[in-house]
């Protein structure tokens, strides 16, 4: 049977990372809302427009904008067929309410870390523009083969606008006003809340993920 994921964590905890491991081991769709955002905004769409005010300051896109486009993704044929990952995304507790009306959840994986571990991952992370690969400057095993270009395409990597010291407290802040509100909707229902240790998951083994997954 097809899974519906939520991957959680704050901004830099490895979620898009985790979301590449897991989708060697399961055919799921990885729907990340930040990188849907941030397509629209390349694209120059409306959407993408309202967006990119709330992204550049670190804070939430309102929820009726970002929850019409998960319901929008999320309704596709091949979520239909292999089941979903949603990466970041609910944030809020009307986010997970709206969602609950439309898609079963199986998991939700919790990535835990500390504050002071992020800072190098968001101010070190390239991505690449073309396949979505993350990479990490600071990190020797996540650094690309050739500095400022994509192992897997060769595209050039680029820095997103919100990784920098000043929003990446915002977005840090954003995510502690919300987090404990979201964790607490989805713990009363037993076993759903799955925590890991946000260190380590790069090292996680496959029987690892899967026992965390179910
Ligand atoms: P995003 O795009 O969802 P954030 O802030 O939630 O942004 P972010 O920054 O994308 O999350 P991540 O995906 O959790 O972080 O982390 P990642 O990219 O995998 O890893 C970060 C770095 O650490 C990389 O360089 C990676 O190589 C390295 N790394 C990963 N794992 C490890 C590890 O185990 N060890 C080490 N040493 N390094 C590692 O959202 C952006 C904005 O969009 C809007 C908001 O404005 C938000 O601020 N938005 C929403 N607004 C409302 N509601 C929603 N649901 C929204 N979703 C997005
Ligand atoms: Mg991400």
Known sequence: ????????????????????????????????????????????????KKAK?????GKL?????????????????????NGFMLDGFPRTVEQAQALDKVAKIDAVVVIDIKKEDLRKRILGRRSCTKCGKIYNIYNEKLMPKKAGFCDADGTA????????????EKRWNTY?????????????????????????????????????LG
Request: aromatic fraction near 4%; proline fraction near 3%; charge should be neutral.
């Open 1 to 48: 049977m097809s899974k519906g994921i939520v991957l959680f964590g704050a901004p830099g905890a490895g979620k898009g990372t985790l979301a590449d491991k897991i989708k060697k081991i399961l055919p799921v769709v990885h729907v990340s809302t930040g990188d849907l955002l941030r397509e629209n905004v390349r694209g120059g769409t409306e959407v993408g």
């Open 53 to 57: 005010e709330f992204m550049d300051q």
């Open 61 to 81: 896109v309102p929820d009726e904008m970002v929850i019409a486009m998960v319901k929008e993704r999320i309704s596709k044929d091949d979520v239909k067929k």
């Open 157 to 168: 990597l680029m820095q997103r606008d919100d990784d920098n010291e000043v929003t990446f």
């Open 176 to 212: 502690i006003g919300q987090s404990d509100a979201v964790i607490n909707y989805y713990s009363k229902k037993p076993g759903m809340v799955r925590h890991v240790d946000g260190t380590r998951t790069m090292e996680m083994s496959e029987q690892e993920l899967k026992k965390v």
